[in-house]
Nanobody
Framework: QVQLVESGGGLVQAGDSLRLSCAAS????????MAWFRQAPGKEREFVAR????????RYANSVKGRFTVSRDNAKNTVYLQMNSLKPEDTAVYYC???????????????WGQGTQVTVSS
């Protein structure tokens, strides 16, 4: 089992920045690829970013490319999502997830955090 706890969400204005953190416990953190997903009210959950076990490779949704950066610190068992130039359409609950596969498909992620709310006002 892997337990994931997100933090860092909040209410910001358009153009501001936030950094989300996801702390993992349980099994060996570096054994898992990690990802961030988000779900806005009335919408399906969508992929945001993912990072490989070592952190050597990342991938982003087109909607956040160039604004968001995913990173991880395996010594601290933590994955981060730096969000810059936030837009109102980034408003959502953000979830981190862990998988043994390098994938953007949420169905392949076995472990999920409880989510953290990000609200961007215009």
């Amino acid at each position: 089992q892997v337990q994931l706890v997100e933090s860092g969400g909040g209410l910001v204005q358009a153009g501001d920045s936030l950094r989300l953190s996801c702390a993992a416990s349980g099994r060996t953190f570096s054994d898992y690829a990690m990802a961030w997903f988000r779900q806005a009210p009335g919408k399906e959950r969508e992929f945001v970013a993912r990072i490989t076990r070592s952190g050597s490779s990342t991938r982003y949704a087109n909607s956040v490319k160039g604004r968001f950066t995913v990173s991880r610190d395996n010594a601290k068992n933590t994955v981060y999502l730096q969000m810059n130039s936030l837009k109102p359409e980034d408003t959502a609950v953000y979830y981190c997830a862990a998988s043994q596969f390098i994938t953007t498909a949420d169905g392949r992620y076995d472990y999920w955090g409880q989510g953290t709310q990000v609200t961007v006002s215009s």
